[in-house]
C-alpha cells in the first residue's frame, strides 16, 4: 500500500497534533544524527492508490 512518510522533532508537540489530526500515526522515535540529545518522530500515513 503506497504511504507518506515523514518525521519531526519530539519538542515540535504542535506538529505532531496537525499531523495526527490529518491521518498521520507514529511509527517510532530514534535519535536525531545531527543533533545530540534531540528525538526524531518518524510518522506515516497510508494513501490511496497511486496512478
Wanted: glycine fraction near 8%; hydrophobic fraction near 35%; avoid cysteine.
Amino acid at each position: 500500500m503506497p504511504e507518506v512518510r515523514l518525521y519531526t522533532n519530539s519538542r515540535m508537540e504542535r506538529n505532531i497534533e496537525i499531523y495526527t489530526a490529518y491521518g498521520f500515526h507514529e511509527t517510532g522515535r530514534r535519535a536525531n544524527p545531527h543533533r545530540p540529545g534531540w528525538t526524531v518522530v518518524d510518522m506515516i500515513k497510508p494513501v490511496g492508490k497511486i496512478a
